[in-house]
Nanobody, 124 residues
């Protein structure tokens, strides 16, 4: 069982930056692939980025490549998402998610554990 809590969202102007964090409870954080998803009103939850158990492999959605950076610190049971060059289209609730083992999963229904989400709002 992994419990996840996101933080770091807020209101920012276009072109600005935010750093989202996801804290995890439990001793098994290291054994989970971690991911970020986001969801805007009226839209399905979409994949943003994924990081392998050891942190050596990362994958990004095309829409965020070059602007977002996912990382994790297994010693601290935390994952972060550095978001740069924010656009109004990035406005959404951002969720962290976990799935046991190394996986290439990018669909929300494939992930087992979820945080409550943190709101990111980008003004133009």
């Amino acid at each position: 069982q992994v419990q996840l809590v996101e933080s770091g969202g807020g209101l920012v102007q276009a072109g600005g930056s935010l750093r989202l964090s996801c804290g995890a409870s439990g001793r098994t954080f290291t054994y989970h692939t971690m991911a970020w998803f986001r969801q805007s009103p009226g839209k399905e939850r979409e994949f943003v980025a994924r990081i392998s158990m050891g942190g050596g492999s990362t994958t990004y959605a095309d829409s965020v490549k070059g602007r977002f950076t996912i990382s994790r610190d297994n010693a601290k049971n935390t994952m972060t998402l550095q978001i740069n060059s924010l656009k109004p289209a990035d406005t959404a609730v951002y969720y962290c998610a976990a799935k046991p083992g190394n996986t290439r999963a990018s669909r929300a229904e494939e992930y087992d554990y979820w945080g409550q989400g943190t709101q990111v709002t980008v003004s133009s």
